[in-house]
């Protein structure tokens, strides 16, 4: 049959990236000491010789669906690359996949035990490039609020979204800095919580107030603990309890001694 993407094309533009999108595919990851099972949304994609018509779109959905099969550190992400580039005979190939993780967590008193989900992306390409990006909810109190009052203090749920920029994966953790990034906020939250829980989170927020650049400041300090990175981004959010409008605050970074 005739190969129609490998027409040569005379235009004299090569493509930086074409490929799929959209894709939604099971993968075992590596994730807190265990293998997840998680469904990705997947955009992965090559770039194009500028003499080559198309490139061949159902060799990308071959090579995500052989490793869909098989269980996945995050280190391995690069095989799927290497797996493109030569495949396809290209210079260059990226992917990026977003899915839910879920980190065990223990109610504080009754030691429940449930599962935090968690926002994440997966962003890489074979010139070595990494970032990782979390969204990771807490709860926040704010000062004000506890130190004009005669009594109480308003609370809200926050989530901070954080995108790190990695120079080497190989013994990268994410629950660990889900944990990192949870433990700057007021209080953690919890799946489930019985009435002693509950009483123990409440209080333990009003003993740690934090307006929301308290909480930023105090999650640029913990990355910037971080071994193997390269730059940082930042942006936290309190959904306010007493406005109709919410808090923000954001900070990016780059590591100039990598």
């Known amino acids: 049959m005739i190969d129609v993407q490998n027409q040569v094309d005379t235009r004299g533009i090569k493509i930086q990236q074409t490929g799929v999108t959209n894709v939604h595919l099971p993968f075992s990851i590596w994730i807190g000491g265990e293998f997840q099972q998680v469904l990705a949304k997947i955009r992965f994609t090559v770039s194009l010789n500028e003499t080559i018509r198309g490139t061949h779109m159902s060799r990308l959905l071959e090579i995500l669906t052989d490793f869909s099969a098989t269980p996945l550190k995050i280190s391995d992400i690069e095989k799927i690359l290497l797996d493109a580039t030569e495949k396809l005979e290209t210079d260059f190939s990226a992917i990026k996949m977003a899915f839910k993780i879920f980190v065990k967590r223990a109610a504080p008193v009754s030691e429940k035990i449930s599962l935090l989900d968690i926002d994440c992306e997966i962003s890489a390409d074979s ?6 990006s979390l969204a990771v909810p807490f709860t926040s109190l704010c000062p004000c609020s506890k130190e004009i009052s005669d009594f109480g203090a308003h609370n809200q749920r926050s989530i901070c979204r954080v995108k790190i920029d990695f120079t080497d ?26 009435r002693e829980d509950e009483k123990f989170v409440t209080e333990t927020a009003y003993q740690n107030p934090k307006f929301v650049e308290d909480i930023l400041r105090d999650v640029v300090l913990a990355i910037r603990q971080l071994k193997n990175i390269s730059a940082f981004e930042i942006e936290c959010e309190n959904f306010e309890s007493i406005h109709n409008h919410n808090a923000f605050a954001f900070h990016q970074e780059l590591i100039l001694n990598v």
Not at 127 to 132: D, T, V
């Open 127 to 132: 010139n070595k490039n990494f970032s990782l």
């Open 169 to 194: 994966v190989e013994n990268l953790d994410v629950a660990e800095i889900v944990t990192l990034i949870e433990n700057q906020g007021s209080s953690k939250i919890y799946p489930i919580l019985k």
